[in-house]
Nanobody, 119 residues
Framework: QVQLVESGGGLVQAGGSLRLSCAAS????????MGWFRQTPGKEREFVAS????????NYANFVKGRFTISRDNTKNTVYLQMNSLNPEDTAVYYC????????????WGQGTQVTVSS
């Protein structure tokens, strides 16, 4: 089990940047594949980005490639999502997720943080 706490959401103008953080705790925190998802009202939660525990492999949704960067600091058990060139379509609740031992059936979710991009 991994416990997750997100921070860093807020209101930003189109073209601006935000950095989300997700602090993980728990026995498997250091060996978890970490990721970010987002959800808007009435839509399913969608994948944004992920990173393996060693940071050797990252994966991005097509709609964020070149704009968002996922990274992690294993000394702090924290994963980051740097979001640049934000547009109103990026407005959503962003959720951090952890897959202990890269097993998605063990996935834990954070509480979510709101990101609002104004035009």
């Amino acid at each position: 089990q991994v416990q997750l706490v997100e921070s860093g959401g807020g209101l930003v103008q189109a073209g601006g940047s935000l950095r989300l953080s997700c602090a993980a705790s728990g026995r498997a925190a250091g060996s978890a594949r970490m990721g970010w998802f987002r959800q808007t009202p009435g839509k399913e939660r969608e994948f944004v980005a992920s990173i393996t525990w060693s940071s050797a492999r990252t994966n991005y949704a097509n709609f964020v490639k070149g704009r968002f960067t996922i990274s992690r600091d294993n000394t702090k058990n924290t994963v980051y999502l740097q979001m640049n060139s934000l547009n109103p379509e990026d407005t959503a609740v962003y959720y951090c997720a952890a897959d202990p031992y890269e097993d998605s059936s063990l996935r834990s979710w954070g509480q979510g943080t709101q990101v609002t991009v104004s035009s």
